[in-house]
């Protein structure tokens, strides 16, 4: 049963958003809830498993809520469930009346030797990292298109951009991610939606201590001693979370909620790195920009850049 509230309230903060985030349990989702919910938005923070799995997590924002006197709420949602998106969805925006922000933030990250993932696993995968989303835009689009206005952030990673070797399913299912927010971002823009995508590099989150290895053993040992570098991988990135001074996960909240309640032109891609790293996707997005923003003048699409 859904915690929604009867009444489509936004406290005493004239230019608060009803914003909802998926994947909330913990690590960036659960972050930018209590942020946002903070400054006086309202939230509605939603997870999968609210009242099993992850019922200690649902507690932990709802007795932040109460503590606080915040308007967040939590509420049960699949993003790999068409019904589930969609029933949730529906009831939001009955309950609340509109839908300011979607924050696409649910995720797994699979590292492994990518020839181990059978095609049922790399389906789970796109599953949570892309169709989610793409279940989540379409069911607040027709919200959004009514009231003439909204946002979509999408989180996706460094991993959408640059190649990582071993990430080659997250890399393909973050990949397909911001080439469909991307897409939004045109074909809203007369619309009075922005689509906008936030890109973090190395970040202590659970997407590491959850990532699924592949289940083909045998192909992985295969591979020899080639095969065990994922696992060393993890353990490096490990090492670095639990140094004693490790990357700041809360400058990925700040980012987005900044971007939140960025009143003027939003960029379409912020990347967000730990202190003293470059991978040079700064770089990368500001070329690309470059071609892409002359390949839409040349189609003369150049409004909708």
Known sequence: MNTLNKENTNGNNSHAKTIVITGSSSGFGALTAKALAAKGHNVIATMRDAYTRNVAFKAELEAFAKQGGHQLEVVELDVTSDDSVETAIAAIAKSHGRIDVLLNNAGVMNIGVTEAYSSAELQAQFEVNTFGPARMIRAVLPTMRAQRSGLIVSVTSLAGRVIFPFFGAYNASKFALEALAEAYRYELSGLGIDSVIVEPGPFGTSLLTRSPAPHDQNIVDAYGDIGKIPEAMKAGFQSMYD???????????????????????????????????????????????????????????????
């Open 243 to 305: 140094s004693p001074e490790p990357p700041r996960v809360e400058d990925v909240t700040d980012a987005i909620v900044k971007l939140i309640e960025q009143t003027s032109k939003r960029p379409l891609r912020t990347v967000v790195m730990p202190k003293g790293m470059d991978f040079g996707v700064e770089k990368l997005n500001q070329r690309v920009s470059e071609i892409q923003n002359a390949l839409l003048t040349t189609m003369q699409f150049d409004s909708m850049i």
